[in-house]
């Protein structure tokens, strides 16, 4: 069983559009984390939910919103999808907050064409 | 804000031999976590290997290990006899313990082993 489980793992889609990236995690953990890969490999923090409270709202454009109807799911919605949104992101959880091993998902390659 | 720089974007090491990649961070915290973790071409994030500040002793797991440099703010990973498989991007990554929950991560070193 995948602990950290993302879907899609591939995304291509048009500018403008809007796009979900759903992740799912079996380990029991408290809290969840969104990662953005650019193409130079840079891995940067977008969101973390704490027992489906945001915890960690880093400067990320409004058109991303994080939705969390759960501990064990933490969702990505983008809207208005632009070229520069084109990257891997990747979905995380940690047993709690302040834990420091993070079980990561994939990652769910984005296209934006 | 902490940053982590990787001054390396890439290291060769022939198969059998030893490799060391380099880390070094800023902060101005007393407490906080290193880590090592490893995305092979299969992307997915492993971690490979943790220290905490407080320990003085360096953390080992098998073929990999760190050196813990506090003073210097320099956290540096050793891989031992070094494997086709080990061929990876490798990240350096720090937490504070008391300022905020995410990992920052360095830019990353590639790691090539050639036969």
């Known amino acids: 069983d995948t602990a950290v489980s993302q879907t899609p793992k591939y995304l291509v889609t048009q500018m403008g559009n809007d796009k979900s990236i759903k992740c799912e995690q079996n380990?029991?953990?408290?809290?969840m984390y969104w990662y953005k890969q650019d193409s130079k490999k840079f891995l940067k923090i977008m969101f973390s939910y704490n027992n489906k409270e945001l915890i960690i709202n880093e400067t990320v454009p409004n058109r991303f919103s994080p939705k969390s109807p759960d501990k064990a799911h933490l969702n990505l919605h983008i809207n208005s999808l632009e070229l520069g949104d084109s990257a891997v992101y990747f979905c995380?959880?940690?047993?709690?907050?302040?834990?420091?091993?993070?079980?990561f998902g994939a990652g769910s390659r984005l296209t934006v064409l | 804000a902490q940053t982590v720089t990787q001054s390396q974007p890439e290291m060769s090491v022939q198969e059998a031999e030893t490799v060391t990649l380099s880390c070094t961070y800023d902060t101005s915290e007393s407490d906080y976590y290193l880590f090592w973790y490893k995305q092979p071409p299969s992307r997915q994030m492993i971690l490979v290997i943790r220290q905490e500040a407080y320990k003085q002793q360096n953390a080992t797991e098998n073929r990999f290990s760190v050196n813990f440099q506090k003073a210097a703010k320099s956290f540096s990973l050793k891989i031992s006899d070094s494997q086709l498989g080990d061929a990876a991007m490798y990240f350096c990554a720090y937490r504070a313990e008391n300022s905020g929950y995410a990992l920052n991560f360095g830019k990353g070193t590639s790691l090539l082993v050639t036969p």
């Open positions: 995380a959880s940690s047993q709690t907050a302040g834990a420091n091993v993070l079980t």
């Open positions: 380990l029991g953990h408290d809290t």
